[in-house]
């Protein structure tokens, strides 16, 4: 039943009731029963004609005269759910209620109170319905600020963090927004301590475990409701009731205004289930953050086509410089007279199985990643890069420019801002994509939430961080430009250094072209035909081979031999081959080769051909 109505205990400190000297006599574990109405009755059938909550106000001059009768009275009054019973003495009964009627009503937990004054029944009747009337347009009237409230703030397309504020001073009480791994993405403590209330949330977070979409746990205290739309789900909204004590409800005017009736205990009661208004402020406050969130990201998508369609033109010449400077600057991005730099980031593995956990990206039952993965992975890591960039404070055209990569066209004043601006931005994604995992995209507060420790992770989640770059992002950038027409040199060199660095384990912040070196090179020379030449003639021959003997496959083992610094035990313990079975691989490949595998030219021009193998064999 709604907390908007008075309990028992209530009831009886209104003065129509003290007025005529309340006494209880059973049922203490009853008083913080809520009252939805109350009742006069003189017939000992009336449970017939109740529907549960109502107090019941009887003179006694119609109950039955045996014991018997007193149990099953009471027996039916409690069975129908009644929050108590009053009854007036001088009638019926003289000094006292009979005992038998006691003891039954302390045996079903049912609160019998006698007045041993005489009292005008219609007295408390008035006044316990005006409590409940007013109560009730308290709660209405705090609906509507709520609805009002929440409004207002979706028409604004507030942040979450406001929206969590706006919560937590509606309800008095501490709010949280996590996402679906328990981390805290906003909070508002209500004045409470946020040490305390964030400690250990990981652990607590997944002990609360509502039955519903929208639920209170009573066991932790915690009222809880799904976040997100579309069918999407992307985090929980909590908010503790009570907070401390008994949370504040409206229209109590009279609970505490004296000490209560004798027999009654004047202290705080349980708090039972919240308001309905609370409900309502949670599912609302919810509701925004949902909406705020499709309308963010539908108007970045929006945003992000035209980039795309941009820097799409300006690597394949699809369209006129003029022109996409024209557009760019429409944008509010300004490409002429700037010094430009292509940046690219991307993942180091293009499997996205693992990497990351949301709703598109799911493992299916058999382990591997579900179909829109891949998509839902690039859309994210785009929507983290135009995160830093604003964090940065850089002025950028910025789009995924193929299955696996995010590309931006930095805008500056002077090749003098070039490093500094590339560090701000690299730093700026690591705080966004600290762990290089999938983000929830809903808020990007956690840092200013819950302090991340040196090693990158949470101190209240428990999530496990690295830098970006041993996490899984690579953050390339090509020579800076002082013309748009040059764009695609820079654009261009990024993204071959973003391929070359992928076999690169340094944990650089940003890979420039002198960080990848010969591999770096043979990328940019990848589709120089002179090249190609060169990798047919040096293992061509070896490769026409393993076309032939597929189980063999001997161009891993001239690799691992030629990686291991042609250390032949080593390069067999790296291969899983016994150091006979890789000799006799090794002179082989030196037959099929026609070359001394000894020879340290030799193997420095076959180093060499695979290095640029695996530069032209990358998409």
């Known amino acids: 039943m709604s907390a908007v109505f008075p309990t028992v205990r209530e009831v009886l400190a209104l003065d129509p009731v003290r007025r005529g000297a309340p006494r209880l006599v059973a049922g203490d574990a009853g008083l913080d029963r809520p009252v939805r109405w109350v009742h006069v009755a003189e017939v000992p059938d009336i449970a017939t004609l109740l529907g549960g909550g109502e107090l019941v106000l009887t003179t006694g001059i119609g109950l039955p005269a045996d014991d018997a009768g007193l149990r099953a009275f009471i027996g039916d009054l409690a069975d129908v759910g009644v929050s108590g019973l009053l009854v007036e003495l001088g009638r019926r009964y003289a000094s006292e209620v009979p005992r038998v009627m006691a003891a039954a009503a302390e045996r079903r937990g049912l609160p019998l109170v006698e007045l041993r004054r005489d009292t005008p029944f219609v007295r408390i009747t008035e006044a316990v319905h005006a409590l409940i009337v007013d109560a009730q347009l308290t709660e209405l009237r705090a609906t509507e600020e709520i609805h009002q409230r929440f409004t207002d703030l979706s028409v604004e397309g507030a942040g979450p963090a406001e929206v969590i504020r706006q919560a937590a001073e509606l309800s008095g009480c501490p709010v949280v927004l996590e996402n679906l791994s328990r981390q805290v993405l906003a909070y508002d403590p209500a004045g409470e301590s946020a040490e305390l209330l964030l400690d250990g949330w990981e652990q607590h977070s997944r002990r609360i475990r509502p039955a519903g979409r929208t639920a209170y746990d009573p066991d932790s205290g915690w009222l809880v409701t799904t976040v997100g739309a579309r069918g999407q789900d992307w985090g929980r909204l909590l908010l503790r009731w009570p907070a401390t004590g008994e949370l504040a409800r409206p229209g109590r005017a009279g609970a505490d205004a004296e000490p ?8 705080s009661a349980p708090a039972g289930d919240p308001p309905t208004r609370l409900t309502i402020l949670v599912e609302r406050a919810a509701s925004t953050l949902a909406l705020v969130r499709l309308i963010r990201r539908d108007a970045e998508g929006l945003e992000r086509q035209i980039h795309r369609t941009l820097l799409t033109a300006l690597l394949d010449h699809s369209r006129p410089v003029d022109e996409v400077a024209l557009r760019a600057r429409a944008l509010g991005v300004v490409l002429e007279r700037r010094h430009l730099v292509g940046v690219v980031v991307r993942y180091r593995t293009d499997d996205p199985a693992g990497e990351h956990a949301g709703d598109a990206g799911e493992p299916t039952a058999f382990g591997e990643p579900a179909p829109d993965a891949g998509p839902a992975r690039l859309r994210d890591l785009a929507e983290a890069v135009g995160q830093a960039l604003r964090e940065a404070k850089l002025t950028a055209l910025t789009s995924a420019v193929d299955d696996h990569a995010v590309g931006a066209l930095l805008a500056l004043p002077d090749a003098a801002a070039e490093e500094r601006a590339l560090t701000a931005f690299a730093a700026a994604l690591r705080r966004v994509r600290p762990d290089g995992r999938h983000p929830d995209p809903a808020s990007r507060q956690l840092d200013a939430v819950v302090p991340r420790q040196p090693d990158g992770g949470s101190s209240r989640s428990g999530g496990r961080g690295a830098p970006a770059g041993s996490a899984g992002l690579i953050v390339a950038a090509g020579s800076g430009v002082g013309s748009l027409r040059e ?20 944990d650089l912040p940003i890979f420039r072209l002198p960080h990848v070196g010969l591999a770096g090179l043979l990328h940019l020379l990848r589709d120089e035909p002179r090249l190609q030449t060169f990798v047919e003639r040096e ?7 393993d076309a032939r003997h597929p189980r063999e496959q001997l161009l891993g083992t001239l690799r691992a031999y030629l990686e291991q610094g042609r250390n032949k035990s080593a390069a067999a313990a790296a291969a899983h081959l016994s150091r006979p079975a890789f000799y006799e691989r090794l002179a082989r490949i030196g037959r099929i080769l026609d070359v001394d595998l000894d020879s340290v030219d030799a193997c420095l021009s076959l180093h060499v051909a695979l290095l640029a193998l695996d530069a032209i064999r990358t998409p």
């Open 260 to 267: 209560g009736p004798a027999g009654v205990d004047g202290g």
């Open 487 to 506: 764009a695609r040199r820079s654009l261009t060199e990024a993204r071959q250094i973003a391929e070359a660095a992928r076999r690169d384990r340094r």
């Open 539 to 545: 293992l061509g021959a070896l490769l026409a081979y």
